[in-house]
């Protein structure tokens, strides 16, 4: 694999890439929050590997031990333009298709509704429209209003990711399969992502989260005109399913698979239905319609 930066806005963004040209769209993939591009490289569908120039790009503060915090004032906008300015670095002015999972889904978004012509398809996993989110992550973006809440956070993550067993609980705990992570897929993918997430800043991650909680495109999901396809877990404890459906009724082109049983990381708890449905949405021959 090749790994190297690019250089965005939002500071440098990086990208794993097995450098092949391929025919068809490129295809990029997001990892969401605290997790790292190479989960998605672990798991990616194989005919999407092997047949399909393919990049897999970090969010915006996830590079490990990187000095750099994240500018003031993010908006979805300027989410955007860095998005587009690594697109550009690496296809050119070729419209792509976008993978997301969680916050990778949501970044993927910003894309389609300030810049849709980079876009030909979109694939929302796990993902969302308004940052402000639920359950556990809710309070840790809220932590972001008070110094002893960014000094809490702060130790906890650190806490959390000293130890491999504590950082896979965690993750088991946003699942609707947490045996799942015992599984093959879940193994492989923990022992790609978490060598990254122990080495995040927490405070670089904290700030993004934040600021998350303060965006909202709801109110212009009518206007992404490119297919999407929603992949929800039924037991999603961060995004719940009826915020997908919502999501879903106000995307013209969208279609919405609600696996069930599933939480949080579909990749990981449904493998097999996952690669499916990216395989079909995405083929150049055969696209799943919506």
Request: aromatic fraction near 8%; proline fraction near 8%.
């Amino acid at each position: 694999m090749i790994t190297y930066r690019i250089a965005t806005e939002l500071g440098p963004v990086r990208v794993v890439t097995d450098g092949i040209y391929r025919p068809g769209p490129p295809i990029i993939w997001l990892h969401g929050w605290t997790l790292s591009p190479w989960g998605w490289v672990a798991l990616m569908p194989p005919a999407l590997r092997t047949r399909r120039r393919w990049y897999a790009l970090s969010l915006p503060g996830h590079l490990p031990e990187a000095n750099d915090s994240l500018p003031p004032l993010l908006t979805t906008e300027r989410l955007a333009q860095a998005l587009a300015q690594a697109l550009q670095e690496l296809c050119g002015e070729t419209p792509v298709q976008v993978v997301g999972h969680s916050l990778g889904g949501f970044w993927g978004l910003c894309l389609a509704v300030h810049r849709p012509t980079r876009l030909e398809r979109l694939v929302l996993v796990s993902s969302f429209a308004r940052g402000r989110l639920s359950g556990a992550l809710a309070r840790v973006q809220r932590l972001a209003d008070q110094g002893v809440g960014r000094v809490l956070f702060r130790l906890g993550y650190r806490w959390l990711t000293a130890r491999p067993e504590r950082w896979r609980r965690l993750l088991a705990r946003l699942s609707g399969r947490p045996e799942a992570w015992q599984e093959t897929a879940g193994q492989v993918f923990f022992e790609s992502v978490y060598p990254d997430a122990k080495r995040y800043r927490p405070d670089v991650l904290l700030q993004l989260a934040a600021a998350m909680a303060h965006m909202d495109l709801t109110g212009q999901l009518a206007s992404v005109q490119c297919p999407v396809l929603m992949i929800a877990g039924e037991r999603d404890p961060v995004v719940p399913v009826a915020h997908a459906r919502e999501m879903a009724d106000r995307l013209p082109k969208a279609r919405l698979e609600v696996l069930p049983g599933v939480g949080h990381v579909p990749v990981v708890e449904a493998p097999d239905a996952v690669c499916a449905l990216l395989e079909r949405f995405l083929s150049v021959e055969k696209s799943l319609s919506v």
